[in-house]
């Protein structure tokens, strides 16, 4: 289990809101590693040494704790998002400045994105989650189409090429060691190199 949460954070005194996150961070952890169904309250408790009644001070119940994972993770996203598109940069240079970002800030501050578990949210939470990540498609889809316009991305499908970006960036989660021999740095440098490198425009000699 990732190193950077603090598994005495309990033991400090710490305010609530800090505690809630390295909460957040552990489960999504588990949540990406193991599945939503295969972790339970009590495994998130053990891990910080305090008991599942504790727990309930801090996350109501296990859906609710998923969905916590997925508004920081969207707060994270969007506020990259809201950067890029405010910026001078050509559609290129933002779809690079986006991944760069998340991946960069979802690494270094502990797993949060949640992979394929929508189904398992609160039934009231669930419109207002899946419009916020259909918004982010719909931002990075526009980027996409704003680049092959001005020349700076090569004639691909939007939607399509959308897809293939986010489902990369999102599989991250799944198998990234915070661990391991990988720096963030070079797991945003390898994204950049297979995928947002792929996109740019050529010349008809480069062809």
């Not at 949460?5 to 193991?34: P, Q, S």
């Not at 309930?56 to 994972?69: A, G």
């Not at 559609?91 to 800030?105: H, N, P």
Request: hydrophobic share 40%; aromatic share 8%.
């Amino acid at each position: 289990m990732s190193s950077r949460a603090d598994r005495n954070v309990f033991d400090k005194r710490r305010d609530h809101d800090i505690k809630r996150e390295a909460v957040l961070h552990i489960a999504a952890e588990m949540f990406n590693k193991r599945g939503y169904a295969a972790t339970s309250l009590d495994e998130i408790a053990k891990h910080f040494g305090i008991s599942k009644t504790a727990l309930y001070y801090y996350v109501k119940s296990k859906p609710v704790l998923l969905q916590m994972c997925y508004e920081l993770t969207l707060n994270l996203c969007e506020e990259i998002m809201r950067e890029v598109l405010e910026s001078e940069a050509t559609g290129i240079e933002k779809i690079e400045a986006y991944f760069r970002g998340v991946i960069g800030g979802i690494l270094k501050t502990g797993p949060v994105a949640i992979v394929h578990e929508f189904a398992t949210l609160p039934e009231a939470a669930f419109d207002s989650i899946h419009k916020r990540a259909r918004g982010l498609d719909s931002d990075l889809a526009s980027i996409i189409e704003e680049g092959i316009a001005d020349g700076s991305i090569a004639e691909v499908p939007p939607k399509l090429t959308e897809l293939i970006l986010m489902g990369a960036n999102n599989w991250i989660q799944r198998w990234y060691n915070p661990d391991g021999e990988k720096t963030t740095q070079e797991v945003a440098d390898c994204f950049v190199y297979l995928f947002v490198n792929g996109l740019k425009a050529r010349s008809e000699d480069e062809n």
